[in-house]
């Protein structure tokens, strides 16, 4: 059966909105600037970052690898003509832990893409998205 989510958008002032999420959240988006809000494009990149996010980690945890921190950096370039979508996506994954195996994560990451991460999936359409990792090994 398929999940559905209700979002509510409330305009405040400017090209400002109130966003209530269907788990009673708030999000501040703004169009102009980004000192009362997030843009929406913002908001893409932040999907994105936390459903691959979620998705790695989970994946690694039940490959047993001990990962001891995980850090994301998104990068987006966006078309220079409207409606200005993302054409490359640039996702860096440093994880950091006691003894990681390199094909664990690549393994992860590739399922997080491919699989699990609906976020990936639909902005996969139109932009190219590279996954690149490194792992760091923690200290004692």
């Known amino acids: 059966m398929a999940s559905e989510m209700t979002i ?6 400017g090209a400002q909105f ?5 788990s009673k959240r708030h999000i501040a988006i703004n169009g102009e600037d980004n000192q009362t809000g997030d843009s929406p494009m913002e908001m893409l990149l932040v999907a994105l970052a936390g459903c691959m996010g979620i998705s790695v980690i989970s994946i690694l945890q039940k490959k047993r690898q001990d990962v001891t921190a995980y850090q994301l950096h998104v990068h987006g370039v966006r078309a220079t003509e409207h409606p200005k979508v993302f054409v490359e996506i640039t996702i860096e994954h440093t994880v950091t832990g006691h003894h990681v195996q390199p094909a664990a994560v690549a393994r992860s990451i590739e399922l ?7 976020a990936s999936a639909m902005l ?3 932009a190219q998205i590279t996954n690149t990792f490194q792992i760091i090994e923690a200290g004692e």
């Open 18 to 22: 109130d966003i209530e999420t269907s």
């Open 124 to 126: 996969g359409k139109t």
């Open 8 to 13: 509510q958008a409330n305009y405040e002032i």
């Open 112 to 118: 997080g893409e491919t699989r699990y991460c609906g």
